[in-house]
DNA sequence: CATGAATGAGTGTTCATTCAT
DNA sequence: TATGAATGAACACTCATTCAT
C-alpha cells in the first residue's frame, strides 16, 4: 500500500466486473440510460473507457447487468423471507414488508425501480425479464401469503391476485421517494414511521370500528 | 396558387402549440427525454422541426411544457373533487379515488409520472415543479381529509402526513403498471377490480375483525 | 457573387450528392476505404461531416456509391463504342482499346480497379456488382468481337472467352500502373507509346516472320 | 508437471517469425491491412497479441515484412529462369511466363500485388519497394529477354520498356482475378488454357496470316 | 410564419500499443 | 520470453439547433 506508489493498472480480471456495475449502478441511478456517459462510468469504476469493453460487450449490455446484478441478490433473499410456514401470518408479512420497505428506503437498491420505468420502452427484454422475476415473483409471493393468511381466518378473504400490488405499492413508492424526488425536496418522509402507518392501515383499515349499533354501507365500502 | 387553393397547411397558429405539446406528449411517453427525437416530434405533429422552435426554445423547454401542459388541467379538477365539505368523507375520499385510479389507467396522464421519474435527476426544476405542484398538493389534500374524517370520527387517528402516500401509493402503481410494464407482459389488471380491492384494503384493512373474544396484539399489529 | 459575403450555406440540394461523391472518389482513390476519414471527405466536398449522412446512410453506402456512379457512364459509352458492326473488326478494336487505354490512363477512373481490388474482400456485393456490370461485361464485349473478327476471316481463331482477358490485362495495368505505382517511382510510362506497343504486338505478335524456309514448332509456340 | 509436460508451447523461437508472417499474410490478403486485426494474426500464430511485438516493431513493420518475405524467394527463382543464355529466347519467355502464371494462380502469393496495390498509397516507402525490387527487377528481366531476342532475329523488334509491361499484364490480371474477384463469382478462369491462350496471342498475334498477296496497313496496325 | 438543408459538438466503440506479471 | 489486461487516441455516426430561403 505505501511503497509501490503507480502501478498504471493493476490485474484484477475477477473483481473488475462487480466493480464497474457498482460504478455504473451510481452513474446510471443518477442519470438514467441515455444521459450517462461511459467515459463517466469509466472515471467512477477507476478505469479507462476501454476496459469496460473487456467486460460488457455495450453500453446496453453494462446496462442490463446492473439491473440484474443489483436485483438478483436480493430476490432471494425476500422469497426466502416469506416462505416461512409456521407462525402468525400478519407477523411474517408486517416483517417482509418492513425489510423491504428498509432496503428499498436505504439503499441503492431503489433505484432500480426508477431506471426500469425509464428505460422498459427502449429495452423490452429488460422489462419482461423485471416482470417475471421480480414484479410476478414479489406478486406471487405476496399473494401466496394473502391466500394462505385468509385460508388460517387471519386475514378477510380478498382476491388475493388484486391486493398484491396494493401491498406492493407502498414499497415502490418509498423507494421512488427516496430515489427521485427527495433529493429534489426539502421534505422527507422518515422510512421507519412511513412504515408503521402503512402496516397500521394496512392491517386494521382506515375506518373507525364504530362502537354503535349499525352502519349502514357507504358508497361501497364495506365494512365488517 | 391561385385564391385560396392550400388550406392544407392553414393551421391556426394558435392551435399549434397544443398540438405540438400533445405529439411530444406521445412521443416522450413512448421513448422517454433523450431517446425522443425532435424530428419525430414534429413528424407527430404534422409540422416541420424547424417549426418547433417558433414555439418552444429547445427540446428541454418542450419537454417541460409537456409536462406542466398534461398536468395542470387535472389538478384542478382532483382538488374539486375533494374540497367538497358535505356528506360522508369516506365517500368523497372513495370517489375521488375512484377518479384518479380511472384517469391514470386510462389516459396518456398515467405516462407524466413515469417521466417526471425518469428525467428528474437531469431536471432538478422540473423535479421541484412537480413535487410542489403535484405531489405536495396531491398528498395535501389527502391529508386533510384524512384529518377532516379523523375529526369526525369517521376515521382512526392515523398521521395523515404519513398515510397520504399510502393512500397514494396505489394509484402511483397503477399508473405505472399501465404505462411501463403492462405493455411487456401478459399479465393485466382490471383497473376497476384493482381499485375495489385496493379501497376495500384501505378502508377496512386486512385483518379479520374477530368474533371471538380477546385478541392479543401480535408484533405491533394494533387490533381494534 | 461579390456582395453577400459568407452564406454559411446555400441549398443545393440537386448538386451535392454529385459533388460528394466526386470529393469521395478523390479521398478513397488516395488512401482506400478504411484509412479515408469522412472529415476529409466532407472538408473535399465543402461541407460538414453531417451533411454526409443527409445523402448518404453510411460509409459504405459513399464508397459504393463512388464506385457506382463513377463506372456507370463509362459503361455505356464503352459498349456503343464496340458494337459498332461495320467496317474492320482489328479497327474498331483497335480503337476501342485506345480509347479504354486513353481512360483509364489519364482520368481518376483509373482509380476505381484500385479500389474494389482493396476492397472486394470487405465489400461481397461491390465485388459481384462490378464482376457482373463492369468485369464481365467489359470481357463479354472483347470475346464478341475477336469472335466476329475470326468469322470474318480477319483474326485468327483463338478461344475468345480466353483470349478476352488478354486483350484486356493491358488495360488494367496501366490503370493501376498510373493510380498506384506511378506516384512513388520517377520511372513513368507514356500512355501513347504503350499503346503503341500494346496494340503491335496483340495484333501481329512477338516472333518475327521468317522469310526463310521451315520453321520448327519450339515449345508449343505456334508459328503461322 | 514432472519433467518436460509442457512441450505445447515450446516453439523454436526462431521458427517464430516465419508463422507469424505465415498468418499474416492470411489476414491481410483476406481483408487487407486496416481491417486486419493483429488480435487475428495473433490467434492464427496461436501465440498471444503482445507476442507480435516481440518480434515487430508495429503492425505497418508486420505488414511490411509479409510482403518482403513473400515476395524475396520467388524473385530470385523467377530471376534465374529467365537468365538462361541458351537455347531459343522463345522457349525460356514462354517457361518463364508460365512458371509466373502457375504460381500467382495457385499460391498465396497472388495476394501481395493486390495488397501491395491497396496500400501503396499509405505506404510510400513499400510502394518504393515493391516498384525496385519486384517491378523494375521484374520488368527489366523481360526487356532484357525481348531484346536478346530481337537481336538473334527471333523476335521482331519492338521497344523492350513498353513490351514488358505488356507480357506482364495477363499475369498480373490472372493474379488478382484468383484472388480477388473469383472468390465473388462463379465464373473461373482455367489457369492452364488461359496461359496457352496468353502465350499464342503474344507470340503470334491476333491477325490472320494472309495467304493473299499484299495487305494494305489499317488503322495503324502494322501487318507483316 | 414555415421550411428543411446544413451544422458540429458529443459519444459509443474499436483496436494498435504498452507493460506489470 | 510470453501473456493479456489495460490504455487512449481515433473515428463513424447522431441529432438538437440554426438560418437562408
Redesign the pocket.
Known sequence: MAA?SK???????DA?PAEIVAAALEAFAARGF?A????DV?KRA??????????F????DLFKAVVREALLPNLARAEARLSAEKGETATHLREALHGLVTVVATTRLGAIPKLVIAEAGNFPDLAKFYVEEVVNRGLGMFAKVLARGAARGEFRAVDPALAAPVLAAPILLIALWKNVLEPHTPRTIDAQRFFDVYADVLFNGLLAKMPGPRRTRVSGIRNA
Open positions: 509501490r502501478p498504471r493498472w493493476r490485474r484484477r480480471k473488475r441515455a450517462t456517459r461511459l467515459d469509466a477507476g478505469i479507462s473507457k476501454g476496459t469496460l469493453y473487456l467486460y460487450r455495450n453500453k446496453e
